[in-house]
């Protein structure tokens, strides 16, 4: 033994990259005869790998003396006297791979070892568990950018390359690990196009790999490769940087939806018998599998959208409740998948029907969006994914019940600050939500999920449970918030979305949406009185149920949406405006002080939302208009706006119309004070006329309604026309009453 090698084994490495040199270096040293030079190699690395242990990164010449000196020893010859000699040296590489960045051009300097170790993988003459090792330590090499482009780019490469792809086209002990290092390398978008040809076969030996898989349980060996490279190669392949027509060719490979879907029931992460270990690796393999399958629905065409549909329904749907475990599962990304392949597979008839027929899957999916774990972003999107699950149960007839029942449930359960309500409330702020950053057809998912579940829960609910959404946290400002926000930028053919928010509105104020319906018989209680005064509290909800109905009347209308949500909500809109001027029951005692309370706590918020919106206040009454004194302007059945003078404007807010007439004056004039005049045909504030129109003028028929001209009069009647009469007709009942 040479004195350097003794002063080596003597010395206290101080790092955990100097320790591994030492082991190497006693390692070199029992060989009988070490290669020509390499201790002076070890000796001129040493204080370079003190240095990497003090700094924590490789320098490009330590990374380069590395390199030579692993080359000398990463050898056939080398491997095979002595084993000690190889472990040690693996380790040293993993070791060097940590005080690397990946992307760090100091990495190229690693080309040789990577070179070594794909020579000993492409062996024919060392044994498997020597290529394994050796196909482990390069996968992590490979994983360096400039070290793989170096070993790709050198001139010895390419018949390594090719026998690596013959080893991988044949069943056995090293296709595993010989799939995983080409993915690898087809990081490289040149080396991912070459691998996609069909020529080479790799996508169908993927396949196979896959099946012996899942029909094992796990992994052939018990080596982390066999699992997890199969999947790993097929992503590679179908990247954007890989020509359309050798893609698609991927993704038709015979048999891949089944594959994957056989992986995914096998490789249960909860089945680890305590080891951390394999729960990762069915971990890591469940999210690729999970990733792919909706990459083939997505990119596969019909025939891989139809195919996985295939896979998912055999045996009982095992792949879908596999799917729904792991949306509960404790890892959030993995949930995220599964519960994004779960929504995805629940917006086409088939996949729907698969996802009623599991027993329990509305539960299941109740309990994923009240799950609060997590990062704000993250949470949110695994609720989502849930919620448009739901929605699209929902959408199916025989089992609709069923869901808002369990959401009621679930929701009486915890109360209205409790995990699910406020769920559903986080999805509909986020809808328009204007530093949220989402798409805006993302934004439109949002909204339709979240106020399709919350208002089927609302049609169902009464008593004790409709009070418990009532008092959900600033929901009633939620839904006025929304309507303000996506009513006037709607395109035509998706105007219909928008009935279930209206819904919603409707239920939580208590509202009969029936047409045929009258006003509301008895007093309502203190819940519904503050929802509706946090719903007049906000300045644009009047205007936006009138633009509503004004550009539903024309364009083509969404079929999916107009029996259920959307006609109903067009015949509600005219009681839940009578309810926004203050007609409708008298509140009982309570209720004036719980609904003021109400106003006051959402008027500043909404104001701070939609600052924009604000208008003065001014309440006409008397004097001369356009019309005449007092005159009608739409004849004696239309009502028309009655005149009014700038010198008649009053800051009060009080009207002349009596209680209970329709107005927004007499019982809740205190609301009235709260909610400013605008126009209800263009939603123009005092603030906006321009002379000659210098004020707003009233509807002669409810005194409820105001206009900033006869122009605006006349476009809103057939809108106005129904609220105008129930608002007379209650004016009139009060005056033989009293």
Not at 281 to 306: I, P, T, V
Not at 383 to 398: D, R
Not at 622 to 641: L, N
Not at 646 to 657: E, L, Q
Request: glycine share 10%; aromatic share 2%.
């Amino acid at each position: 033994m040479s004195a350097a090698a003794a002063a080596g084994r003597g010395a206290a490495p101080r790092g955990a990259l100097s320790q591994a040199l030492s082991k190497l270096q006693d390692a070199v040293a029992d060989l009988e005869s070490p290669p020509e030079g390499i201790q002076d190699l070890i000796d001129k690395f040493q204080p370079m790998a003190a240095a990497a242990d003090r700094t924590g990164e490789l320098s490009t010449s330590a990374a380069w003396e590395a390199g030579m000196l692993l080359w000398v020893l990463l050898n056939e010859h080398v491997v095979a006297r002595g084993d000690a000699v190889f472990h040690a040296a693996n380790a040293l590489v993993h070791e060097i791979k940590d005080v690397c960045r990946p992307d760090a051009p100091a990495t190229s300097q690693l080309m040789p070892v990577a070179a070594s170790l794909l020579g000993l993988v492409c062996s024919e003459e060392l044994d498997h568990e020597t290529q394994h090792m050796a196909a482990a330590t390069l996968s992590h090499l490979l994983m360096m950018r400039p070290c793989t482009e170096a070993l790709l780019a050198a001139s010895g490469t390419p018949p390594s390359i090719r026998r690596l792809i013959a080893k991988a086209q044949r069943d056995g002990d090293l296709q595993g690990a010989s799939l995983l290092l080409l993915a690898e390398m087809a990081r490289d978008a040149e080396m991912a196009k070459r691998l996609a040809s069909p020529q080479t076969g790799l996508a169908a030996a993927a396949v196979r790999l896959m099946r012996s898989n899942a029909a094992a349980g796990g992994p052939v060996d018990g080596f982390d490769v066999t699992l997890i490279a199969p999947m790993r190669l097929i992503t590679r392949l179908t990247t954007h940087s890989v020509p359309a027509a050798a893609r698609a060719r991927v993704w038709a490979e015979d048999g891949l939806a089944a594959a994957l879907a056989g992986v995914l029931v096998a490789v249960d992460p909860a089945d680890c018998a305590g080891s951390e270990v394999m729960r990762g690796m069915r971990e890591d393999a469940a999210f690729d599998c999970l990733g792919l399958m909706m990459l083939l629905m997505s990119e596969g065409g019909a025939q891989g959208f139809q195919t996985t549909l295939d896979a998912v329904g055999a045996r009982g749907g095992a792949a879908l409740q596999r799917a729904m475990a792991l949306g509960r599962g404790p890892n959030q990304n993995l949930a995220l998948n599964a519960m994004g392949f779960v929504s995805m597979l629940s917006q086409r008839p088939r996949g729907c029907a698969a996802l009623r027929a599991l027993p329990r899957a509305t539960v299941e999916l109740v309990a994923v969006l009240r799950r609060q774990e997590g990062d704000g972003e993250s949470a949110l999107a695994l609720q989502a994914y849930a919620a448009t699950a739901l929605t699209s149960v929902l959408s199916a007839e025989p089992v609709a019940s069923r869901i808002p029942e369990a959401l009621l449930r679930a929701a009486a359960a915890e109360g209205s600050a409790g995990s699910l309500l406020g769920s559903l409330a986080r999805l509909l702020a986020a809808s328009f939500d204007p530093d949220g950053g989402a798409p805006e057809e993302a934004r439109w998912d949002l909204l339709i999920t979240a106020t399709t579940l919350l208002s089927s829960m609302a049609a169902v609910a009464d008593g004790e449970r409709l009070r418990t959404l009532q008092r959900v946290p600033r929901l009633p400002e939620l839904c006025a918030l929304a309507l303000e926000h996506f009513i006037p930028k709607a395109r035509e053919d998706i105007l219909t979305r928008l009935g279930a928010l209206v819904l919603l509105v409707v239920g939580l104020a208590a509202i009969n949406p029936r047409p045929e319906a009258g006003p509301s018989a008895g007093g309502v209680d203190a819940d519904t009185a503050a929802v509706r005064a946090a719903l007049r509290a906000s300045p644009g909800l009047r205007g936006s149920l009138q633009l509503f109905m004004r550009r539903s009347q024309t364009g083509p209308h969404d079929p999916n949406f107009t029996r259920l949500s959307y006609e109903p909500a067009r015949h509600s809109i005219s009681r839940l405006l009578e309810v926004l001027d203050g007609g409708g029951a008298a509140a009982p005692a309570a209720a004036p002080a719980a609904a003021a309370a109400a106003a006051a706590a959402a008027a500043p918020s909404v104001a701070g939302r939609r600052s924009a919106a604000r208008q003065p206040q001014t309440a006409c009454t008397g004097g001369a208009g356009s019309s005449g004194a007092g005159g009608s302007s739409g004849g004696g059945d239309s009502g028309g706006a009655s005149g009014a003078s700038g010198s008649g404007a009053s800051g009060s807010g009080a009207s002349t119309s009596a209680s209970g007439s329709g107005s927004v004056a007499g019982a809740d004039s205190g609301q009235a004070a709260a909610q400013p005049r605008a126009c209800g045909s263009c939603g123009k504030g005092a603030a906006d006329l321009q002379p000659p129109v210098v004020a707003l003028l009233r509807c002669a028929g409810c005194k409820a309604q105001y206009y900033c001209g006869e122009a605006c009069a006349k476009a809103d009647w057939s809108t106005h026309r129904a609220a105008c009469k129930v608002a007379q007709a209650a004016r009139k009942a009060a005056q033989a009453a009293a």
